[in-house]
């Protein structure tokens, strides 16, 4: 059945990590990954994509679906912030430090092996008042269009266009 997920970090580690439900609640929310995170996001095959803290350092990981037992590393670079999972959960896209370039970058990571694609070297992550707008990249629903928001495009502290750029897949 379709399912809820909610990532949590909190300071009471009973209510940390990835939790799962039912969306007709006929069970009660389990949590399935017990570490530091704060976003989650499915892929159409129920797996789980998560940014785990491993020390100082937080990488993405995957939960895989039914039993969510397996937590799988999926990328040997830090990654600072998760944004959104293409609609076939192919490509996570991630603020993260890809060497040898210095300082962050908008990624894609592969969930099925294939080398990370760089989609920004200067976009700001979307930290602060932005925020509040639109998701620095999603995809449409189709999977037939990725979209950039426009609004994090700057090589300043400063806001970039208050556009969204619809780039055909």
């Given at each position: 059945?379709?399912?809820?997920?909610?990532?949590?970090?909190?300071?009471?580690?009973?209510?940390?990590?990835?939790?799962?439900?039912?969306?007709?609640?006929?069970?009660?929310?389990?949590?399935?990954?017990?570490?530091?995170?704060?976003?989650?996001?499915?892929?159409?095959?129920?797996?789980?994509?998560?940014?785990?803290?491993?020390?100082?350092?937080?990488?993405?990981?995957?939960?895989?679906?039914?039993?969510?037992?397996?937590?799988?590393?999926?990328?040997?670079?830090?990654?600072?912030?998760?944004?959104s999972?293409?609609?076939?959960?192919?490509?996570?896209?991630?603020?993260?430090?890809?060497?040898?370039?210095?300082?962050?970058?908008?990624m894609?990571?592969?969930?099925?092996?294939?080398?990370?694609?760089?989609?920004?070297?200067?976009?700001?992550?979307?930290?602060?008042?932005a925020?509040?707008y639109?998701?620095?990249?999603?995809?449409?629903?189709?999977?037939?269009?990725?979209?950039?928001?426009?609004?994090?495009?700057?090589t300043?502290?400063?806001?970039?266009?208050?556009?969204?750029v619809a780039?055909?897949?």
């Open positions: 059945g379709r399912r809820r997920q909610r990532g949590r970090g909190n300071d009471d580690t009973a209510k940390r990590g990835v939790w799962i439900a039912p969306l007709d609640k006929s069970a009660a929310p389990r949590r399935v990954f017990k570490g530091e995170t704060d976003r989650a996001f499915f892929d159409p095959a129920g797996n789980i994509y998560f940014a785990a803290n491993e020390g100082k350092a937080r990488y993405l990981h995957r939960l895989r679906a039914p039993d969510y037992i397996a937590d799988e590393r999926l990328s040997d670079n830090a990654v600072f912030y998760v944004f999972i293409s609609p076939d959960g192919a490509w996570v896209v991630a603020l993260t430090v890809q060497p040898p370039n210095p300082g962050s970058q908008q894609a990571l592969s969930t099925r092996g294939l080398p990370p694609r760089l989609l920004c070297s200067f976009c700001s992550g979307g930290g602060g008042p925020r509040l639109a998701p620095s990249i999603s995809w449409t629903r189709d999977g037939r269009l990725l979209l950039a928001s426009g609004q994090y495009v700057s300043s502290a400063l806001s970039g266009p208050q556009v969204t780039i055909p897949l």
